[in-house]
């Protein structure tokens, strides 16, 4: 099992900035790639960005050029650093985290529980 725990969320002024962080602990040996996610009210779960164990990363269209993604593979922390942002950037935050299977329907996934980004005009 694995235990992620998000933290940085908060309320800040558009055109700030925020770094989220999130740990992940318990049997963390075999995680492939770790990801954040938004979801604003109404609206569908979103990927912002992600990042392999080989930290290849890719990035949602409304997010690229302002945030950006990286991760410690040693101390199992993935973070994500939010410049430039946007009252549209509003949404609770999601930390990802995948275990390859042998084939995709092995793959397990798992979830923090969300820290609350809340941008204002």
């Known amino acids: 099992q694995v235990q992620l725990v998000e933290s940085g969320g908060g309320l800040v002024q558009a055109g700030g900035s925020l770094r989220l962080s999130c740990a992940a602990s318990g049997s963390t040996f075999e995680i492939n790639a770790m990801a954040w996610y938004r979801q604003a009210p109404g609206k569908q779960r979103e990927l912002v960005a992600s990042?392999?164990?080989?930290?290849?990363?890719n990035y949602a269209d409304s997010v690229r050029g302002r945030f950006t993604i990286f991760r410690d593979n040693a101390k199992n922390t993935v973070s994500l650093q939010m410049n430039s942002l946007k009252p549209e950037d509003t949404a609770v935050y999601y930390c990802?985290?995948?275990?390859?299977?042998?084939?995709?329907?092995?793959?397990?996934?798992?979830w923090g529980q969300g820290t609350q980004v809340t941008v204002s005009s």
């Open positions: 990802n985290a995948d275990k390859y299977g042998y084939i995709w329907s092995k793959t397990v996934h798992y």
């Open positions: 990042i392999t164990s080989g930290d290849s990363t």
